[in-house]
């Protein structure tokens, strides 16, 4: 019962880093009828490219050894020897189609997933050893599938079979007469005929079964919400701690920026939802906010900026704009040049006693 609430509860598509620790597991969507497709189609391959090749390879050392047999020393040394030459010939003649046999297997494999270096499958599992996971493995979905991936592939390959072969029944009863070198040749043409229509067959068998093989997979690594919560903080970091964080450098942002508004040349206010503090000294390219804020920061900066006598200019406007596009020691935006040079101008006039100038 718990392993069906856990299996209910992971209702949320795996993420990402999921995927590649499955895969890091050796745990990864492997679907046995591709392996045998190219396997088959391999051999198919082999055998109407080299059929000819290998009878010859064999058929010429066997008749000489047959043809000399009185040569042969049948002592220790000379079986060694005889063996040795057996062993060669064999090589030679069939080194390249056990190749070709062997890249189609492995491209089997590579073909579904990328290579695996994981050496957890070998671990022992109790699961592998309890009875009520083994009852599952019977009667659950994946021997439901294979049972009928068995059931309809006797099907087919019967079908597939008598297609081929029934028209040629025939010239099969009458094999009996032929010569015995002739009949290599007929039972070859069959054969790969019968291999191109068994691999068309389990073409569409591997495709489907690997389709079911994802589905498979792809539901086992189906996470919780627990699971995604829990993945967000080992990959992103606590949530409290992330946000602890950052309001340890909003405070010391905001102490910098209060410990700059004694600097500042004017203060451009809402009233008193927003406040732009500005810097500006001759040689400057423009001026600089050195502090901004709304509401209660905004209440601090006025505060600070009327114990050190600093102008405060009421400019509903400017304030805002400034607000939303200007950040801290950075220049105001050129759209802004005018109306500032204005203010700044007016506070300049009155530092210098210019009383009757107006902005």
């Not at 599992?125 to 294979?146: D, L, T």
């Not at 006797?154 to 029934?166: F, H, I, P, R």
């Not at 901004?292 to 405060?312: L, M, N, S, W, Y």
């Not at 040049?337 to 100038?357: C, F, N, P, T």
């Amino acid at each position: 019962m718990a392993d069906e609430s856990d299996t209910a509860d992971k209702t949320e598509d795996p993420t990402q880093k999921r995927l590649d620790d499955a895969h890091d597991r050796g745990d990864v969507v492997k679907s046995q009828e591709i392996t045998t497709w190219f396997m088959i189609a391999g051999a198919t391959l082999v055998l109407s490219a080299f059929s000819g090749s290998i009878g010859g390879g064999i058929l010429m050392p066997m008749r000489n050894l047959i043809a000399n047999s009185w040569m042969i020393h049948a002592d220790g040394p000379g079986l060694m020897a005889l063996a040795h030459s057996l062993e060669y010939v064999l090589i030679a003649t069939l080194g390249v189609p056990l190749l070709m046999l062997t890249l189609a297997a492995i491209a089997g494999n590579m073909i579904q997933h990328r290579l695996v270096w994981s050496g957890d499958s070998l671990k022992p599992k109790f699961s592998k050893v309890s009875p009520m996971a083994g009852a599952k493995r019977i009667f659950g979905k994946q021997a439901a599938a294979n049972f009928g991936k068995g059931v309809f592939k006797v099907v087919a390959l019967g079908t597939v079979m008598t297609a081929v072969l029934w028209p040629e029944r025939h010239r099969l009863e009458a094999m009996v007469r032929f010569d015995p070198a002739a009949i290599l040749g007929v039972t070859t043409e069959l054969t790969v005929h019968l291999l191109v229509a068994v691999v068309a067959m389990l073409a569409v068998v591997a495709i489907a079964d690997y389709f079911f093989q994802y589905r498979q997979w792809f539901e086992r690594q189906k996470m919780s919400l627990q699971e995604m919560k829990e993945e967000f903080k080992q990959s992103e970091g606590d949530p409290h701690v992330k946000g602890r964080i950052r309001q340890l450098r909003q405070a010391r942002m905001k102490k910098r920026m209060m410990a700059a508004v004694p600097k500042a040349s004017v203060i451009i206010t809402n009233p008193t939802h927003y406040a732009v503090a500005l810097s500006y000294e001759r040689g400057m390219p423009a001026p600089v906010c050195v502090a901004k804020g709304v509401d209660t920061v905004a209440f601090k900066i006025r505060e600070i900026a009327g114990q050190h006598d600093i102008p405060i200019v009421e400019n509903v406007a400017l304030a805002r704009a400034l607000y939303a596009t200007v950040e801290i020691d950075d220049e105001i935006p050129v759209e802004h040049y005018h109306a500032v040079a204005e203010i700044i101008g007016y506070v300049m006039g009155l530092k210098r006693g210019l009383s009757g100038w107006r902005a």
